[in-house]
């Protein structure tokens, strides 16, 4: 890093200041830790991704595991989009079955320990963030902290992952919307709106089903605008025109309506004053 500020200290050093030049480096070192910082930390839970995400880490339970799991559904499409099919990007996908966030502490340190990634996606148990329990939500709170604690320390960026509500309440959206938006804030994390893409997708073409039968999982369709989501959150780059998912039957205008979606939905939720 060649700095004014380094600059002065070999001048300084040269004429044997030791005081004023160690003073000088500190200053530099300050400056130069609290720009790394600014490139970790979240400015706002919308803010747009400063830096690579070309290395991820996914953190969920079922349902990111759903459908051949949410990261090789990202992966595909990024390596679709990006330039050079992706070359040298990394996705990986750690799921835990009915996982609560807490359950991953472990998974996030020993994951830290294979290799350094530039992102980290932590998506708690479904509506575990709006419990009627006051315990889950508290545990909730304290492993996301802690997590979060963990991430940056790594030089990890932080996005969290926005459920979404039951098909048989969509009045859990605006719930969960504020449950992640608060959590972000409390630990400098950005927020990939996954539910709020689900919420309008339902608005905009309901004919198309993004739930399993259960009414709580992601069908292929729920899980591919997951994705979608995803890739404009951590890319600042629109979905749309991406490759459609491997192995499915389906339709080309299936795949464009939910990557315009979601383009549509992360680009308002920037722009929103939440």
Request: charge should be positive; glycine fraction near 6%.
């Amino acid at each position: 890093m060649n700095t004014p500020l380094l600059a002065d200290f070999a001048t300084i050093s040269k004429e044997k200041n030791m005081k004023k030049a160690l003073y000088l480096l500190a200053s530099c070192l300050c400056m130069t830790t609290f720009v790394h910082a600014e490139t970790i930390i979240a400015p706002s839970p919308q803010a747009v991704i400063s830096g690579p995400s070309k290395t991820v880490a996914l953190y969920g339970n079922s349902y990111t595991h759903y459908n051949n799991n949410l990261n090789t559904r990202l992966r595909d499409l990024a390596r679709s989009l990006l330039p050079d099919g992706g070359k040298g990007y990394a996705w990986r996908g750690i799921t835990i079955s009915s996982g609560h966030l807490g359950w991953h502490i472990p998974n996030l340190a020993f994951q830290n320990n294979l290799q350094p990634w530039d992102t980290v996606i932590f998506q708690g148990n479904s509506t575990e963030t709006i419990s009627a329990k006051a315990a889950t939500r508290a545990s909730f709170t304290e492993s996301a902290i802690k997590m979060a604690a963990m991430a940056h320390k790594a030089n990890e960026k932080v996005v969290w992952f926005m459920t979404w509500a039951r098909k048989d309440k969509p009045e859990q959206t605006e719930k969960l919307k504020r449950a992640y938006l608060d959590i972000a804030r409390q630990t400098g994390g950005y927020v990939a709106p996954v539910g709020l893409a689900f919420a309008a997708s339902l608005q905009q073409h309901p004919e198309i089903n993004l739930y399993h039968s259960d009414g709580n999982h992601p069908s292929l369709a729920g899980s591919y605008l997951a994705a979608c989501v995803l890739f404009a959150t951590l890319y600042n780059q629109s979905p749309v025109g991406g490759a459609l998912p491997v192995d499915s039957d389906m339709k080309e205008p299936t795949a464009r309506a939910l990557q315009q979606t979601a383009w549509e939905v992360v680009t308002a939720f920037r722009q929103q004053n939440l």
